[in-house]
């Protein structure tokens, strides 16, 4: 059964797309995502799962930049997902929840966006030269049990995972 995509995750996309965001996407069987992140590592993601008796849930998550001292993601209503899409920062009187789980059970470092993971890859490779002249880790992947977890590795990629968009801007 082909269930199609929700209206909301393809204005969404369209939102981000027309307000300079870098998009990405993700469909599966009953699930779907759009992602957007900026420069800084603000990001953005609208996550979409279906079931027969609810059809498309979805939620709304958002985490700004750097500079802006966000270090986690946090649940908004699709209100101040839009406002935060076109200007970069949350209305005043937006309530965000902070997402205070995480069903990572990896025993690596996560990082909670690509941008971050991509940052602390750098940083790890510059270390590494530095001190023993020698590059181990070489990529960063999402982690498969939390879509907001991103891990580092040595390891080289085997698998061409769904995931399809554009890289992080650092």
Request: some cysteine; glycine content about 8%.
């Amino acid at each position: 059964m082909n269930v199609p995509l929700p209206t909301a995750l393809e204005s969404l996309g369209d939102q981000m797309s027309q307000h300079g965001w870098n998009t990405a996407w993700m469909r599966k069987h009953g699930e779907a995502r759009v992602e957007g992140s900026r420069k800084g590592g603000a990001a953005v993601m609208v996550t979409a799962r279906y079931t027969l008796e609810k059809g498309w849930a979805t939620r709304f998550y958002v985490i700004g930049s750097v500079d802006d001292g966000w270090t986690d993601w946090a649940r908004v209503r699709r209100s101040d997902l839009l406002h935060f899409i076109a200007t970069n920062r949350l209305p005043v009187e937006a309530k965000p929840r902070k997402v205070p789980h995480s069903k990572c059970r990896c025993r690596k470092k996560a990082m909670p966006t690509q941008w971050h993971a991509l940052r602390h890859l750098a940083r790890i490779q510059l270390q590494r030269l530095a001190t023993r002249g020698a590059v181990e880790e070489q990529r960063v992947y999402r982690c498969r049990h939390d879509a907001r977890r991103w891990h580092v590795t040595s390891m080289e990629d085997r698998s061409s995972g769904p995931w399809r968009g554009a890289a992080a801007d650092l």
